[in-house]
């Protein structure tokens, strides 16, 4: 499995923008499918976004069009452009990828077996 070093959290005030990032090893990184999850303190980790092979995107609800997730397979990257943020945005976002299988989109957190070990992003009101 691919090993996965999140970025790029911090604090920000609401209306701010953050954007983190996710560092993937391996040699097989453009085969797999990656998201993005988030834990707030004493909730479920929740999903955010995912990322197909090809570039195909899909979001929660609560982020879709503030949110944008991309990759860049030539740096084994994914990035997670945050705008218009909320307090309630708040939580450890974590980086995940899986190996292609069928079946689109993935976002349950079983779908994702390599996790990297999040990193906390901050909102102010």
């Known amino acids: 499995q691919v090993q996965l070093v999140e970025s790029g959290g911090g604090f920000v005030q609401a209306g701010g923008s953050l954007r983190l990032s996710c560092a993937a090893s391996g040699r097989t990184f453009d085969n797999y499918v990656l998201g993005w999850f988030r834990q707030a303190p004493g909730k479920e980790r929740d999903f955010v976004a995912t990322?197909?092979?090809?570039?195909?995107?899909y979001y929660a609800d609560s982020v879709k069009g503030r949110f944008t997730i991309s990759r860049d397979n030539a740096k084994n990257m994914v990035y997670l452009q945050m705008n218009s943020l909320k307090p309630e945005d708040t939580a450890v976002y974590y980086c995940?990828?899986?190996?292609?299988?069928?079946?689109?989109?993935?976002?349950?957190?079983?779908?994702?077996?390599?996790w990297g070990q999040g990193t906390q992003v901050t909102v102010s009101s």
């Open positions: 995940a990828g899986e190996r292609y299988s069928s079946g689109w989109p993935k976002s349950r957190r079983a779908d994702f077996g390599s």
């Open positions: 990322i197909s092979r090809s570039g195909n995107t």
